[in-house]
């Protein structure tokens, strides 16, 4: 089949299904979207929005009948409907083993400690006594990290144990016992780092450069590249990307998110199979984006060019209360014309609800950063 | 109103149409398209599609109906129609006073000449004796144009009187008197160059680098920026596109094609008031394109950088013979990591047909020119 004649299937109708829309386009890619939402930001730029839950396997049936192949925005998704989808000969990348063994935090760190990749030490617990026992001296000591095996992002699914004293509340917080929950040792990290990696469908690699992240209430705030790290450092990460694309031999766009440890070392925090918030960069900042590259592996088409234009910081624009959507301070921002705003489309703010992004773009990256910060004042998302 | 909530009408719904809303969706607005194609370039993603001919006004009032601004991909549509729309008050850019001098080659031509801004000799005729009469030595002489007034666009309506020979084949061809055409002077060009323009509803302006462009059949071919001119002309370019802007009154990006003749002067070729295909180049070429310009224009933003990232070669796709489309070699153009392809989702190929396009960026002009022109061979559109 010619490739531009591929249909695109992506489950899950959000930002990042959008951003992958409007490089899908470029070609003329026809893109059916699953989701949920009536008038998500996919749904006025796809082909066909198939409203369905993304539990419902009637959706994933009707999804692939448009669909020569399937992709997702997302992680926590119904992967049994997309096996049998596969097992009925659609195609699916990143494949469904993937995605089955990075969605379970517990498999995926197994999988990344069996090649060798650095992790933080991690145990599954099943009741308090067993997350005591992690808690001791000999074992990771506190603090340490409780976190839901399944459907974490953004920090929800997690809970801080600081002392012996947390660890009830930690448990019951995560459901007490009613969801699989694991222990990892606290990582006391200097920075956060990312890497977004793309592999191919013949196995061909590229890694785009290394981002640096600053989250607020566990959500990504500010994204800078290039990142404020030694050019070992940003060795090993690449090298950790190309491991982490081989492990899970994932087509498409990843997202390796990294700790900078304060000894110098690099350990994995989170892998993504999908395009990734610390990536948005690459639509200014790199000669072909994370979402467009996303597009070109799965339909079987080599990588554009990963590498950085000039240094790039993308801001976050995240809801400050709830209501109706308003996007403030659009004129002022566009006063500096390195500015790029994008605005999801989402109707409705809500309080750290992701309602779009900003990047800035300049000639050094202490320059560029300074001048993303005071926009922070200015440009912000508010419900009326 | 906030500015991301105008929703924005455009008349045409091709290329031009499709890159106008891809830009605009980043914002997320809301986009409808008036065109007669069920399946045009730009239906697949604009919100809302008004399948009417260009010359209904029906089609004009439904679609003003659904904007807060009007803009156009292309100047030959029902300017009538238009006009009532703004006497009603609705807000159209570039305006219908701009859209009517322009769409007439005569006219256009005395607005510029009465703004002392270079353009060959002209002279509207009625009859072969007047154009013999230019014809004369003490005249245009010989070669000279014949023109139609309105409607030409990649060589249509144009003829090229090359002897006194020619005066009757010439009239004829351009309907005999029955259409309204002007003789120009045959400028003996060195090259052919482009500039586009960008003019805010507050009379801010900016433009791009200049374009060199070569055209095979009197189709734009390729076009290679920066253009292999002298800085002396290239300031001369920016000056007169400037000049053209304020004499307009233009809001939106505009296109101004020139030569340069054997002398080393420069002369307006014709004025397109919209984007242009000579400015493709800026997608990948520049930090903000002509596209996004025009959007930020049109609903009232300050302007983008229009900076030049590297040197860029933009070559046109057009179609090689009638049929179902087929796009031939994106696999091996996309081996050069710096290829981007555009493909409009023209479901048939026409021989001379606009089916897409690709760029190449590079160190240098020369090594991508190189590069450009060697991926000629291989990627092509053609109909099965």
Redesign the interface.
Known sequence: M???KKRIGIVGGGQLG?MM??EA????F?VAVLDPGADC?AH????KHIVAAFDDPKGYAELAEYSDVITYEFEHINAKALEDLEKKGHVIYPSVTALKTIQNKNLQNIALEKNQIPIPRFSLVTNTDEIRECGKAENFGYPMMLKATTGGYDGKGNALIKTENDVEDAFKQLGNGAIEVMVEEFVDFEKEISIIACRGINGEKVVYPVAENTHKNSILDVTAVPANISQEISDKAADIANKVMSVFEGVGTFCIELFETKDGEISVNEVAPRPHNSGHYTI?GC??NQFENHI?AIV???????SL?MPTVMVNLIGESDGPA??LG??EA??D?????????KSESKTDRKM?HYTV?GKTIDDTLHRAMELKKVVRVVGE
């Open positions: 010619e490739i531009v959008k829309i409007l386009k470029r070609l003329g026809y930001p006025s730029i796809c082909d200014e000669f072909a070109r079987g088409l080599p990588f554009g060019d990963t234009i308003r996007l659009l004129e566009y006063n014309p390195s500015v790029h705003v994008h605005y999801y489309g779009g773009v």
